[in-house]
């Protein structure tokens, strides 16, 4: 006898259809499973075969095959266990295959019977609303978030025997989109907690706004990591379509934990140590990297000349493209990568370069090399460059507190929502993704600020990704003032943001300065 069902596997952050055979026949009784499984998928015949006796059911003495469709995709995961219990009990009558047609069906199998949860159960939701599928059968752990998406009936089950009351019509599955709300903003670091460093908080609400990577550039113990983890506080909340896609990649990922949908914006902060795929993703089952699990969020990189130059290069498509293409076989793989890239250095190897208080032993030779740790065309793609300054003893005991967070947040999202304005909703969606044909409609500062920017780009031999982020910078910086047209005192402001450019101690580019060349 034959029962046919539907399921799934992830392939990268995305839920591919199966469909499930189970045959029953005469022969050497055993589970033999084709269609290109791997070792979890093969190894599922010895959870099925313990779960089935020990959930009060018998397993057929005869030759069960089992075959997974389409043949030529590699079935991974162990979320193919309880569709294969499930295919064999209505294979071999126990239970009614009439209903199986309404439903996809995914989850992992313990010895006793036991629904464990599984990876990928929100991208699995989204695939049965595409195919029009009406059901599910999944485990009660990962019912809520299936259920956060407006789609299938979710029926969250415990253990083997439970899926099988389901199909006898047992139980009623949660209502869709009914528990979509799970998670809150929650408490996080503060800006508050900095003491000093206004020109840092300044840049910092400036990246915020538009979406722009940011580079610190200070002594160590200045405050650049202390900085980098209060960003996600005054960045908006995520739109239901933005949670939709982080909560897809932290379920394919294994991140959640019983949650709906994520509603705070992702943090990662990956050791110096992680290699190019543990960064970007991929691997023989392809996994998001850690740019794509901060996807709608920030990516910070402390200390980011110590990461190796071939890792920190994989990056440079990604943070252009705002996506990650894996090709395996004859698959390509996108997996989001729309980040806010954050990262910290030192200005030299011994970290005191620029310091009155304290000298710096580096010589030039040190000074370079540490500093070509990270390429040119990285170092290109951060439109804030920003120098951090140790902080004033005085500032540290008895200055008053800054803007909290709570002030500073509704500024930030008052800039994002003119952008989304002027995007049309559509498109690049922040300034920091503007293209030359956009900056060009709609960065073009007015003839004073030109001339500030030509000063700027030959006394400081800017590129042309230079030029361009620092109008996109300007764009951003007139945003958060309410201004329509692009000042001169936002290309000022802007230019002052290339750090790294003007060097220690370089010279500054500022309004009424000579124009012409030193």
């Not at 994989?314 to 954050?342: D, K, S, W, Y």
């Not at 995007?423 to 300034?431: D, E």
Request: aromatic residues 2%.
């Amino acid at each position: 006898m034959l029962a046919r069902l539907r399921s799934l596997t992830l392939l990268g952050i995305e839920a591919i259809p199966l469909t499930v055979e189970c045959d029953i026949s005469g022969g050497l009784p055993g589970i033999h499973t084709v269609g290109l499984p791997d070792a979890a998928v093969r190894e599922s015949a010895d959870r099925v075969r313990s779960a089935l006796r020990n959930s009060g059911f018998e397993l057929p003495a005869r030759r069960i095959t089992i075959s997974l469709a389409p043949a030529d995709l590699r079935k991974q995961g162990s979320a193919l266990d309880l569709p294969i219990a499930l295919g064999i009990l209505a294979a071999s009558g126990r239970l009614p295959s009439g209903r199986l047609d309404g439903l996809m069906i995914a989850g992992e199998l313990g010895l006793d019977g036991a629904v464990r949860p599984m990876r990928g159960a929100l991208p699995g939701a989204i695939l049965a609303r595409r195919l029009g599928i009406p059901g599910m059968i999944l485990p009660a752990d990962n019912a809520r978030e299936a259920a956060a998406l407006a789609g299938p009936a979710v029926h969250g089950v415990t253990t083997l025997l439970g899926a099988a009351q389901v199909l006898q019509g047992a139980g009623s599955p949660i209502r869709p989109g009914a528990d979509a709300e799970a998670e809150g903003p929650g408490d996080g670091p503060d800006l508050s907690d900095v003491r000093g460093q206004s020109h840092a908080r300044r840049a910092l609400e400036v990246a915020a706004a538009g979406g722009h990577h940011l580079l610190f550039v200070g002594p160590p113990g200045c405050g650049k990591t202390m900085l980098a983890r209060r960003l996600p506080g005054i960045l908006p909340p995520l739109a239901p379509n933005e949670a939709i896609e982080v909560t897809c990649v932290h379920s394919a990922a294994g991140l959640l934990r019983g949650a709906a949908l994520v509603r705070r914006r992702p943090f990662r902060a990956p050791h110096h140590t992680i290699s190019g795929m543990g960064l970007v993703g991929g691997g023989r089952g392809p996994r998001p990297g850690e740019v794509t699990l901060a996807h709608r969020g920030v990516l910070f990189l402390d200390e980011i000349p110590e990461f190796g130059r071939a890792t920190l290069d994989v990056l440079r498509q990604p943070l252009e493209e705002g996506e990650v293409l894996i090709t395996r076989e004859n698959r390509t793989l996108r997996m989001p990568a729309r980040v806010t890239l954050v990262a910290a250095m030192n200005p030299c190897v011994c970290g005191n370069l620029g310091r009155s208080d304290r000298p710096c032993g580096c010589t030039p030779a040190m000074i370079a090399h540490y500093r070509q740790r990270v390429s040119g065309p990285l170092l290109d793609r951060f439109d804030l460059q920003v120098s951090v300054p140790p902080v004033a003893a005085r500032e540290l005991g008895g200055a008053p507190a800054g803007e909290p967070s709570a002030a500073v947040a509704p500024r930030v999202a008052a800039a994002r929502a003119i952008q989304s304005a002027r995007f049309s909703g559509s498109g690049p969606g922040t300034n920091a993704a503007m293209g030359g044909a956009l900056i060009r409609r709609h960065a073009v500062p007015g003839p004073d600020g030109r001339r500030i920017l030509d000063l700027a780009l030959r006394r400081l031999g800017l590129s042309a990704r230079a030029h361009d982020g620092i109008l996109r910078v300007a764009r951003t910086i007139a945003d958060l003032a309410g201004s329509d047209s692009i000042r001169v005192e936002h290309v000022a402001e802007a230019v002052q943001y290339r750090a790294f450019d003007r060097g220690p101690g370089g010279e500054e580019v500022r309004p009424g300065a000579s124009n012409r060349d030193p």
